[in-house]
């Protein structure tokens, strides 16, 4: 009987190695950096396995890090208390985030700064948008993105990420940035993020839980995906310059058919709860840590992200630069 010998291809290392279709490389990892109001703040995270919150004095402490490990850049979160039904914190020039994007930029060019733009992390209720009684008024809400979007850049931000997902937001941003002069800076929206449970360590870390409800009504439900490639397509023709795509492991198919149908980069976020569940399993000793990571990471990237969030990023690149797995 005649039959196809592809084990032919899998005998050596060698041959193997020749012919992977799919090969990681430290530059595409974005590491999560928290950005902590206060001063002299160097927390390494529970809820996070060690995942630093820093105070812009501390910075440098943890650039090092990043530097060493050669990776593409950092996305950065505020953490404040300064909390109002606003969220006037964020728009403030000497805030957190302008802070550290200010010393991040001068500490290196080659490090690329992603500004997280959301309300969530600086209302006193937790959403992520402005409220109308309990309600989120999204065209009010849009305006103050382009604001905070607006100061990230003039701050120096290198690319600007609202992960709101109110309607309209990328074309409101984008018009506000071009009438200020930043036609260069790239708009990455987190355009398909689904309502996750898998997002909750994140949540503990930036303080940033809502105080009632959920965010079903703006997050999108994850049973689907053709909803996910609208929202990606709605983007994309506002202006996305690329695109966001979270939770990661359980929108591998959508990041595959995302791939297939637009002809646009696109970012996976590996989320906090993703990195958990495999710190955790980890530390059980139930699974071999180094060797998961680096094949998460593969499998996000063959499915099609061209670069990847994750929390995993300097250890990742440790392993890729440092030694054969
Ligand atoms: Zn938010």
């Not at 309209?168 to 984008?174: D, E, W, Y």
Request: charged letters at 30%; one cysteine or more.
């Amino acid at each position: 009987m005649e039959f196809k010998r592809l084990r032919r291809l899998r005998q050596t290392k060698a041959l193997r190695e020749l012919f992977y279709e799919t090969r990681l490389y430290s530059k595409e990892f974005i590491f999560p950096l928290f950005i902590d109001d206060g001063k002299n703040v160097f927390e390494r995270m529970p809820q996070l396995d060690g995942i630093v919150k820093v105070s812009v004095d501390r910075l440098h402490e943890i650039l090092d890090e990043i530097k060493k490990a050669d990776i593409g850049g950092v996305i950065l979160f505020g953490v404040t208390s300064q909390k109002d039904e606003m969220g006037s914190y964020a728009t403030k020039d000497d805030g957190a985030v302008q802070q550290a994007i200010r010393k991040i930029k001068e500490y290196s060019k080659d490090i690329l700064v992603f500004a997280d733009v959301c309300l969530c992390e600086y209302t006193s209720h937790g959403h992520c948008g402005i409220l109308k009684g309990e309600k989120i008024d999204n065209d009010k809400t849009i305006e103050v993105l382009s604001e905070i979007a607006l100061s990230y850049a003039k701050a120096g931000a290198d690319i600007i990420c609202p992960s709101d997902m109110m309607d309209g937001r990328v074309a409101t941003i984008r018009e506000k940035l071009d009438s200020h002069g930043f036609v260069y800076t790239p708009i990455i929206p987190y355009s398909a993020k689904f309502a996750s449970s898998l997002y909750a360590p994140f949540r503990d870390v930036a303080n940033s839980r809502p105080a009632f409800g959920d965010r079903k009504s703006y997050q999108m439900p994850y049973q689907n995906k053709r909803e996910a490639l609208r929202e990606i397509e709605a983007d994309i023709l506002e202006g996305a310059d690329a695109v966001i795509i979270k939770p990661a492991l359980t929108s591998l198919d959508v990041i595959s058919t995302a791939k297939e149908k637009f002809n646009i980069p696109i970012i996976a976020y590996n989320v906090s709860g993703e990195y958990a569940m495999v710190k955790s399993a980890g530390k059980l000793g139930l699974l071999n840590e180094e060797e998961v990571i680096i094949e998460i990471l593969t499998a996000m990237k063959r499915a099609g992200a061209d670069a990847i969030i994750t929390y995993h990023a300097l250890e990742a690149a440790k392993i890729l630069n440092g030694k054969e797995l």
